[in-house]
């Protein structure tokens, strides 16, 4: 079965810095992936996704994530982030190979961004 | 559009006491999940249905814990008797799934706020 692993629990930053959250996965043949932002006291919501072609891929908010087979990695970046991007981020991979399922995804435990003035 | 509807947003009651979460999911969605948040353990999933059938439930941590979906818009979680250690956050996707093999979202409630007295 697929594993995510995130490999930053916290990542403080000052306004207008850029940020890099990482995300490693295992290996496998082919992976759908995902970034989801969580504010506080609210549900998760997409970021972006990756299901194929460019391996850049940009997603809202300003945020940008590249995926790199060779590495199974599938960093989240942002140029400049603003006060307003304090939030929990969630990597996450499409479990194809799991029982045949086609829903389940498979979710890092987060990292809390801090954008500290 | 409507999104996935979560109720109740908070929850307070004594152990001991039953408790029923409901979950309404996006219209046509045929996954459903329900996770589990807590800052000890992060997102947990606990079940999810594909077309209102169970496919996997070994994230239901006891007997206490059970969830039904009668039809293809209504979801319940239960935990009978509650005890102070289910206090957490309990959230409901849906995704559609069929056909896309893993590659949609999964679209999360604003989640459940529990806590067991």
């Known amino acids: 079965a697929q594993s995510v692993t995130q490999l930053d629990s916290q990542v403080p930053v000052f306004e207008e810095a850029p940020v890099e959250l990482r995300c490693n996965y295992s290996?496998?043949?082919?992976?759908?992936l995902f970034w989801y932002v969580q504010y506080p006291n609210q549900g998760l919501q997409l970021l972006l996704k990756y299901l194929s072609g460019s391996t850049l891929v940009k997603g809202i908010n300003g945020f940008e994530a590249e995926f790199n087979k060779s590495q199974t990695s599938f960093h989240l970046r942002k140029p400049s982030v603003h006060i307003s991007d304090t939030a929990e981020y969630f990597c996450a991979v499409s479990d194809l190979d799991y029982g045949g399922s086609q829903g389940n995804l498979i979710f890092g435990k987060g990292t809390k961004l801090s954008v500290k003035p | 559009d409507a999104g996935v509807i979560q109720s109740p947003r908070h929850e307070v009651t004594e152990m001991g006491q039953e408790v029923t979460l409901r979950c309404k999911p996006i219209s046509g969605h045929d996954y459903l999940f329900w996770y589990r948040q807590t800052m000890m353990r992060g997102l947990e999933l606990l079940i999810y249905?594909?077309?209102?059938?169970?496919i996997d439930d070994s994230g239901m941590p006891e007997d206490r814990f059970s969830a039904k979906m009668p039809n293809a818009s209504f979801s319940t979680l239960k935990i009978q008797p509650s005890e102070p250690r289910d206090s957490a956050v309990y959230f409901c996707?849906?995704?559609w799934g069929q056909g896309h093999r893993g590659n949609q979202p999964q679209h999360f409630g604003d989640g459940t706020r529990l806590s067991i007295l």
């Open positions: 249905f594909n077309n209102n059938v169970p």
């Open positions: 996707a849906s995704s």
């Open positions: 290996s496998s043949v082919s992976v759908y």
